[in-house]
């Protein structure tokens, strides 16, 4: 079996964590295709307070899949 985990990233800044409004609910759909495949799937998401890179160490996945939205991503160097 194959283990794949989904992250959800944050992003901290100078204010704290940034975040999305909404739950990841993208990864969500696509781990439960990913389990009625056969896959054995881990959805980690820093924003709900997890430790991204000590999950993935404990459990060391095959692959790893990140999901992003704009309320998360920085132009240069100042916040959107």
């Known amino acids: 079996m194959i ?6 990233p944050g992003k901290e800044t100078s204010e704290g964590f940034r975040f999305s409004l909404q739950e990841p ?3 969500g759909f696509l781990a439960s295709y990913l ?4 896959f054995k799937v881990k959805i ?3 924003l709900a307070g997890q430790n991204i890179e000590e999950e993935i160490e404990k459990w060391r996945p ?10 998360l991503a920085l132009a240069g160097d100042s916040a959107c």
Do not use: Q, R
Request: without cysteine; charged residues 20%; proline residues 4%.
């Open 3 to 8: 283990d794949i985990a989904l992250i959800a």
């Open 25 to 27: 609910l993208n990864i």
């Open 35 to 38: 389990i009625s495949k056969g």
């Open 44 to 46: 980690f998401d820093e």
């Open 62 to 71: 095959k692959y790893v899949g990140l999901t992003a939205v704009t309320p």
